[in-house]
């Protein structure tokens, strides 16, 4: 008897022992994002550069890229979205050259040309490791991203959150998952680039692109 109440009492231990691990990743893997939130916000306004983070919900996943100069984003009713490739994960992204040579190639059906965006370098051009894509934490999953760019939350695939030139970026939400189905959110401000981390799935009213409407490519 005494000996079957012990191994109750060190399951109980063990089990919460690991519920408190798989939280403890659950918040390393926020922390991550609310730093890779408040780098991408400051080197868009440093290096004058459009600077978007990349994250892979499939892989659970998250990268820091950077094109040069400004980049627009393009409506979510924008026709040529739906004749671009998703190579690169996302169908906003518009280099506003490669979107018009684009349309000149061809004309029945034009696209947004191919996308800018590409790995952080150093100063030999050679891609910083930090930067490339790299798991958030052992177990942790991205289960939602919400950003006005996108009609849908979306659940799969790649997702983009950008940061750009002068200072503003896109209002949005990040859910991630452990193990034990335990669900942070982390949402990033679009004017100053800060996260504010919520212990629940946070779910704004309305996710307004308002914001970044002069950020639109005009056609």
């Not at 109440?5 to 798989?22: H, K, N, P, S």
């Not at 939280?23 to 600077?51: H, W």
């Not at 998703?86 to 169908?91: I, Q, R």
Request: net charge negative; aromatic share 6%.
């Amino acid at each position: 008897m005494v000996v079957i109440v012990l191994m109750a009492l060190f399951a109980g231990g063990a089990t919460i022992g690991l519920r408190a691990l798989t939280k403890s990743r659950l918040r390393q893997a926020c922390m991550t994002l609310v730093a890779a939130s408040r780098y991408s916000y400051d080197r868009a306004i440093i290096q004058s550069s459009t600077t978007r983070i990349a994250l892979d919900l499939d892989q659970g996943t998250i990268a820091i890229e950077e094109a040069p100069g400004f980049v627009t984003l393009a409506a979510n009713d924008d026709a040529r979205r739906a004749n671009t490739d998703e190579t690169d994960g996302d169908h906003a992204a518009v280099d506003p050259w490669a979107a018009a040579r684009a349309r000149l190639e061809n004309t029945q059906a034009p696209t947004l040309g191919r996308s800018p965006f590409g790995p952080i370098v150093g100063n030999g051009g050679t891609p910083l490791r930090q930067y490339q894509a790299r798991p958030l934490n052992d177990g942790i999953r991205v289960v939602r991203v919400i950003t006005p760019h996108e009609i849908d939350p979306r659940e799969s695939g790649t997702a983009s959150i950008y940061f750009f030139p002068g200072g503003l970026g896109e209002h949005a939400v990040i859910q991630l998952a452990d193990p034990s189905d335990t669900v942070y959110s982390v949402e990033i401000q679009a004017l100053t680039g800060r996260a504010i981390v919520h212990d629940f799935a946070f779910e704004p009213e309305e996710l307004s692109d308002e914001d970044v409407d002069e950020l639109r490519d005009p056609g």
